[in-house]
């Protein structure tokens, strides 16, 4: 009886086709990448670069593999920053977006102060942390708490306002209490901003463990780059960029694929490749 | 996600609601709306005295800002009243009036939610066991032809089609009265002909009381029992004009001279006011 046309359909992701359309979709990307690391290498080559302005990719993979054992270690401990950090944010900025988005008092008491604490530089903040908490793994969770924290809160407030006059009238005539109120469309409806700060914050992460480190500490990555760039062993600060922006993006990508299962109505409908690679 | 699991449960809830009588008479006296916004003041209703029988089908004309939506969100207890009584079924309508459904210009489905999951919701928010009513959704979905589209996403479906899951969204749970916002005021000419002959269907099965905004002259008139004539701002009621057509009014009804008489006392009505100018 129905005139209408449907739109096209979309199909569920389920992960091995995600990963295939993927690879698939990128692969001019990763051509790119792999001419690009060519070029590199032939150029060093070619012109004579001193291996300490700018060492070969082969060169660098090679002093990666004599040293993997310490790299490796460091690279557990800042993976562990991160999470760590990334983790609290999460849990402590849910609750504090939902509480201001719900109480008039707070958004007018405790947000603005939350505001007005993220405007201090956090970095500027590192070194007292190490003089509050010493060199340990408590100032670093912290800081990379106190970096992811701030783009959450604000997306998550921002979701849990965010919900659509009319819905709320047709929520209202059901007569549902504010807790199936929340369940059923509240939160969903919050959800696809929450994950835009949740993938800010992410994408902060690992900047926020490696600064910490470089203010203060005796191991992870970004201790061992610092050590590697005084003795001026170029190859090895290479590696060690190469596996924080890998583990960078493992962290993002891992939020994304969150994302997926949580939302797939949201993800699905938004335009692809907003989100890079 | 609900559906595989639903669908080896009877449809005991939905047999239970059918011997519900659907009636729920309004009685509207004096009700004026005032807004007050910096220092402007705004007159949206003036005195509305209207008293809908139940099972009655009322349908309010009126141009666009005359305040005939806020009627029907006073009425539904969505905006308090500056002054007036609304009484629905002998209750006093204070806060939201939850013994209806509703549908609005826009379909208000949700994201995330199927079309059947869209149905279901109204009976999850009032913390009614949904299993029960799996089947009376479906009987709906294919009364406005979506049966094939249940497990479908809104933003894969047409604009009509999405209005239809609204409107069976508003009948799932059998309320004895029926709002609709200008519900078929987004939609194309042809789709809007099409839904306006399945809301009549849907209603001459329940005879719900029914209250339906438009500002289509002769949509109000081939639904209506009744049609209410609005005047511009300050909202005040014109006329009431009893519609006398059988029903189920097919084309011939609407082809008929009463019907044309219908329309032209209602558009003279707005020539009175201003509204339409020749």
Redesign the interface.
Known sequence: ??????????TPPTLGAAFAGWLRKRAGVLIVFALLFLLWEYAVWIFGVKEYLLPPPSKVWVEFMKRSNTVMQGAIVTTQEIVGGYLLAVLVSIPLALAVARSRFIEESVYPVVVFLQIIPKIAIAPLFIIWLGFGFTPKLLIVFLLCFFPIVVSSVAGFKSV?P??M?????????GW??FV??RL??ALPEIFTGLKVGAALSATAAVVAEFVAADRGLGYLLQQYNGQLETPMVFAIIVLLSLIGLAVYYLVELVERLV?P??VS?RPAGVTGI | MTAARLSEVPRAGAAAQAAAPARAPIEIAGVSQVFRRVGQVTHALDRVDLNVAGSEFIAIVGPSGCGKSTLL?II?G?IQRSSGSVRIAGQEVQG???N???V?Q?P?L???RNVLDNVL??L????IDPRGYQARALELLGK???SE?KD??P???????RQ?AAIVRALIHDPPLLMMDEPFGALDA??RE?MRI?LEKLWLDRRQTALFITHGISEAVALADRVVVMTPRPGRIDRIIPIDLPRPRHKDVLASRRFTEYCDQITECFMRHGVIRY
């Open positions: 009886m129905s005139a209408d046309i449907p739109l096209q359909p979309v659509d009319e819905v009238d047709f929520a209202h005539t059901t007569g549902a209490s199936r109120m059923k469309i969903p409806q939302i109505w949201h409908q | 969100k539904a969505l939201p009036y939850t209806l459904g509703i609005f826009s208000v949700l994201d995330w919701v109204q999850e928010l009032r913390g406005v032809g979506l589209f479908r996403m933003r894969e479906l047409s604009g009509g089609m239809r042809l789709t099409q399945d």
